[in-house]
């Protein structure tokens, strides 16, 4: 069983009380993924909720059959997957291991059922996800700002 101190590492956690720590760490498993080894595919089952404590994960987007983008990534101490904790049936992107990686991964519906039960960890968490959320969607604004601002064929409007 992983130790509260490694589960204090990991940012979505670290807000938490030992209590609530303890009670999930019966239900986290260890997970390791080797260089390129899919974490999950989009389309996949949404069932799982994860937290990098060592290596790199790399989240990508299918444009057809031979070409995906990479839209994203998580370092240590980061969680990912967070579709298994909002009733989304499916990820909708590639997370793919960039290096060899270890992971803490808790299944969502166990998760969801713990934070359920103490309400007031529940609200920890939920706040927690919530500016994980607006944190990844403020950089994708910000890239796709960065696109529209330096896209070549849009210079010529925003010149005076």
């Known amino acids: 069983m992983i130790s509260r101190d490694e ?16 009670k999930l760490r019966p ?4 997970l390791n993924f080797s260089e390129r080894e899919y974490v999950f595919r989009q389309g996949d089952a949404a069932d799982r909720f994860y937290m990098l404590k060592r ?3 790399l989240f990508e987007k299918r444009i ?6 990479a839209v994203g990534s998580v370092k240590p101490g980061y969680s990912f997957g967070w579709s298994s904790m909002l009733d989304v049936r499916f990820y909708s992107s590639d997370a793919v291991s960039a290096e060899p990686s270890e ?4 299944r969502g ?9 103490d309400h007031c960890m ?16 403020d950089h994708r604004t910000e890239q796709f700002m960065r696109v529209i601002r330096d896209h070549p064929d849009l210079q010529s409007l925003f010149e005076e």
């Open 7 to 22: 589960l204090k590492r990991i940012v979505m956690l670290g807000y938490l009380t030992d209590e609530m720590l303890d």
């Open 27 to 30: 239900v986290v498993d260890v």
């Open 55 to 57: 290596g790199k994960i």
């Open 64 to 69: 057809s059959e031979k070409m995906s983008v």
């Open 103 to 106: 992971v803490f991964s808790i």
């Open 109 to 117: 519906q166990k998760l969801k059922d713990i934070l359920e039960a």
């Open 122 to 137: 529940g609200y920890i968490f939920s706040q927690r996800l919530l500016r994980v959320m607006k944190s990844r969607l």
